[in-house]
């Protein structure tokens, strides 16, 4: 038999809508949670089936901390600025505003029809003027400080979708966008330096709860490296009469003494001066080559190393030996001083390179690096991969970076009282080849008058990316209404920081790097309570087609909510989602597997008609198994193995669909636990049954039935007591003989005994005849 989840479903949801049944409160004298899952960006193509395995995951976890009488905040909202919206703008001919507002609405709809315990009266949306107002703020914040800065810098440009991005959004010379090449392009962009927090972004990882794959991915980001530079000088002036020397990084200078030559990043300053007129050509030639390649192309490690030589020699500080200049395209400009000494003995790229181009390989001992250091006068340093953020983006759906430029004051900052800087409307949204945003085209924008003197100025083009609203959007959940400021501190220091927050791994180095980053200014500022914005942070696997690939429109493989919840109810693909594997591995999606859950739900509707009366005999059994189940849903959701949970759950209900009756108590702790997992159907059986006001607890086990049961064998030698032993009533002969042999008392007796017989009288004794 089916149960109706349509009329269920929507009974509860718009039971909870009225009384507004998970809007969490401000002041409260009970223990708050804050509950945190990444917001969605609001695609045209509606909510994801990796949405559903997020959200419901952690309403399980919100629902049940509500239960255990916790003020939960379970909070969403809309990152709604980005490419995706604007590129569909641009092929449709609508504005990014409209389109924003209809994907919000089916997101909305669908996020409710899931029946996901959000906290709705603070919906948030980075796209409205009333929050990013606050996105500006904060930015001049940055800028005033000190940390926001324009710079001409070589950015990763991407020709598919004629925008610049940021290093973590480049990675392997990649767009994380289109998937499509990434160019080096030189171009003036606002920055943020970020790097002046590199050593406080990692040091306090010590602080935080974070699964250990995302602290380590933070760690390798961060890429803090300890070394030394140390010059080598040439050993006789230039024409020009000027003595060089290049400096190197190494996070080695105890192998100096087997340094047998060095070598330069092509693009660093010193190629020129160096290559003497014999190599010209041939640096020249390999110069071009080497700058066309990717980062990630010259970093492989397995590539067939290349480099050529300059023609000149320095002298390595350490033992006065002269070594020969090299070029190579494995040593990137980006990092360190862009320039290394090369130890084939101890260095596996240097030695692929020596043996390649016949350098010298020398077999010296290892020197105290101290030592080192202090002979040859180098300086002890800290390098970090990390690059400080490029911050602007030449395109329009975006918030406007609130800078004006005046030719006497330079750049000026927008007077509070005048954010948020409007963007504008405008017709056309192209981004232009050149690079400029299509802002810089609107004289009605651009135009304005300088905040300082009042003379006639011109606003920053340049919008922020889609990293910025969602670098603080934790925060504007706690006061999403407030007009005056961008949270009240009494309901900052109340609800942060965030207790539990789950995300994509793919965040990990940008979104969940650039938040933190984000918050410790605030704090340093004064403007949030904590350092830290996240106590703890989880990451959920992706959900795939059923093929084991990414579900993608081309390929017409992916799943739509819509279907699922309209045939099976949401009850039923929350649960599958959470049943489909562990909560952080990928996992194929499976048609059966939902069918199963369905089919699992319509068992318990069915056992609800078994349900005895108070005067029915206790099945100790089935009390066994319903606590036992108390005990390892309870620890499978703090432990986020919704999996097993709800595995534990299924065996629970075939329990009580092979007993012969199951009793009020018994069902009512059963509901209890569903409920967090399938809320509408538990709900329904609840009131039915019992009453909704149940869930103001949750069960706990009574720790003597969750033991397994045992009772005491006396165990005979020749029919005299020599021991005894604990064993389930049911165990057979072989078992007790077994456990009886491997107490130590009982050994004894029977060491070098020929055992003729063994009596078992099952749950009385053992008696061995020897
Ligand atoms: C000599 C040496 C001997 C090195 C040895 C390593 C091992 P991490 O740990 O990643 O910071 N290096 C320095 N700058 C570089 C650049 N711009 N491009 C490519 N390689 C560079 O790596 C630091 C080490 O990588 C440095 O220490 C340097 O090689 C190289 F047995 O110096 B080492």
Redesign the pocket.
């Known amino acids: 038999m089916s149960y109706n989840h349509k009329s269920i479903e929507k009974k509860w949801q718009e039971r909870w809508e009225k009384k507004e049944a998970f809007r969490a409160d401000d002041v409260s004298d009970k223990k708050k949670f804050y509950c945190l899952v990444e917001f969605p960006y609001p695609s045209g193509s509606g909510l994801h089936v990796g949405h559903v395995r997020s959200y419901a995951s952690f309403d399980t976890i919100a629902r049940k901390r509500r239960m255990q009488g916790f003020n939960v905040l379970y909070p969403i909202g809309w990152d709604a600025f980005g490419l995706p919206t604007e590129n569909y703008a641009i092929k449709t001919g609508r504005k990014p505003q409209d389109i924003t507002l209809e994907s919000t609405q089916t997101f909305r709809r669908q996020l409710k029809a899931l029946g996901l315990s959000f906290d709705w009266s603070r919906e948030v949306n980075t796209t409205d003027p009333e929050y990013y107002k606050w996105t500006q703020w904060m930015f001049l914040q940055f800028f005033k400080a000190g940390l926001a800065y324009k710079a001409k810098t070589l950015i990763n440009w991407c020709p598919k979708d004629k925008i610049g991005l940021a290093n973590e959004e480049a990675a392997g010379g990649v767009c994380d966008r289109c998937g499509g090449p990434v160019e080096k392009r030189e171009k003036e962009q606002w920055m943020i330096a970020i790097t002046k927090y590199a050593d406080r972004l990692l040091s306090d990882l010590d602080t935080v709860n974070y699964l250990p794959k995302i602290k380590k991915q933070q760690q390798d980001w961060i890429?803090k490296?300890e070394?030394a530079e140390i010059d080598f000088w040439m050993g006789s002036r230039m024409g020009s009469g000027r003595l060089l020397c290049i400096r190197?990084?190494?996070?080695?200078p105890d192998?100096i003494d087997g340094?047998t030559y060095v070598v330069l990043?092509p693009e660093h300053p010193l190629v020129e001066l160096l290559t003497t007129d014999e190599h010209r050509e041939e640096v020249e030639a390999y110069v071009a080559i080497a700058k066309k390649r990717t980062e990630m192309e010259r970093g492989d490690e397995s590539r067939e190393k290349t480099g050529v030589f300059t023609g000149s020699t320095v002298v390595n500080p350490f033992n006065s030996e002269a070594v020969p200049v090299w070029i190579a395209d494995?040593?990137?400009?980006?990092?360190?001083?862009?320039?290394?000494?090369?130890?084939p003995?101890?260095?596996e790229?240097?030695r692929a390179f020596a043996e390649k181009f016949g350098l010298p390989i020398v077999d010296r001992p290892l020197v105290a690096i101290d030592e080192v250091v202090a002979k040859v006068k180098g300086n002890k340093v800290t390098?970090y991969?990390l690059r400080d953020w490029v911050f602007s983006r030449q395109r329009y759906w975006g918030e406007p970076i609130p800078l004006v430029w005046c030719d006497e004051h330079k750049w000026v900052a927008v007077p509070d009282e005048q954010l948020p800087v409007m963007l504008p409307e405008v017709e056309k949204y192209e981004p232009t080849d050149d690079g400029e945003s299509p802002l810089a085209s609107i004289a009605s924008f651009v135009n304005t008058t300088c905040p300082t003197c009042g003379k006639p100025a011109k606003r920053e083009t340049d919008t922020m990316p889609n990293w910025a609203g969602s670098s603080w959007y934790f925060l504007r959940y706690i006061d999403a209404h407030n007009k005056e400021q961008f949270a009240s501190a009494d309901k900052l220091k109340h609800w942060m920081p965030v207790d539990l927050y789950n995300g994509g791994m793919e965040h990990t180095t940008l979104h969940l790097l650039y938040s933190r980053f984000w918050n410790k200014f605030l704090f340093d500022h004064g403007f949030v309570p904590t350092s830290e914005p996240y106590a703890r942070r989880h990451s959920h696997g992706l959900v795939l087609s059923d093929d084991g690939t990414k579900m993608s429109k081309s390929k017409g493989n992916v799943v739509n909510p819509d279907d699922i919840l309209e045939q099976y109810g949401a009850d039923a693909l929350r649960m599958y989602e959470m049943f489909m594997g562990p909560f952080e591995e990928p996992v194929p999606w499976s048609a059966n597997g939902l069918i199963g859950v369905r089919r699992f739900l319509d068992k318990v509707w069915m056992v609800s008609e078994k349900i005895g009366d108070s005067t029915m005999p206790r099945n100790e059994n089935l009390d066994r198994v319903v606590h036992k189940t108390i005990k390892k849903v309870s620890s499978d959701i703090e432990a986020m193995k919704f999996n097993t949970a709800v595995a534990e759950l299924m065996k629970c209900v075939n329990a009580m669909h092979e007993a012969h009756e199951v009793s009020r108590n018994q069902f009512e702790l059963f509901l209890k636990l569903l409920f967090p997992f399938a809320p509408h159907l538990a709900s329904e059986l609840l009131e039915s049954f019992f009453s909704v006001d149940s869930l103001n607890d949750w069960p706990q086990y009574d720790p003597t039935l969750v033991k397994d049961k045992v009772i005491t064998l006396a165990v005979q030698v020749n029919g005299k007591l020599r021991g005894t032993i604990e064993i389930a009533p049911e165990a057979d002969q072989s078992e007790a003989e077994t456990m009886a042999r491997e107490q130590e008392q009982i050994a004894r007796w029977l060491d070098g005994q020929e055992i003729k017989k063994v009596v078992y009288v099952s749950g009385r004794m053992i008696n061995f005849v020897v």
């Open positions: 890429g490296s070394g190197v990084f190494t996070t080695r192998t340094a990043a494995y040593v990137l400009s980006t990092y360190g001083t862009g320039a290394i000494m090369a130890v003995q101890h260095d790229r240097d390098r991969k």
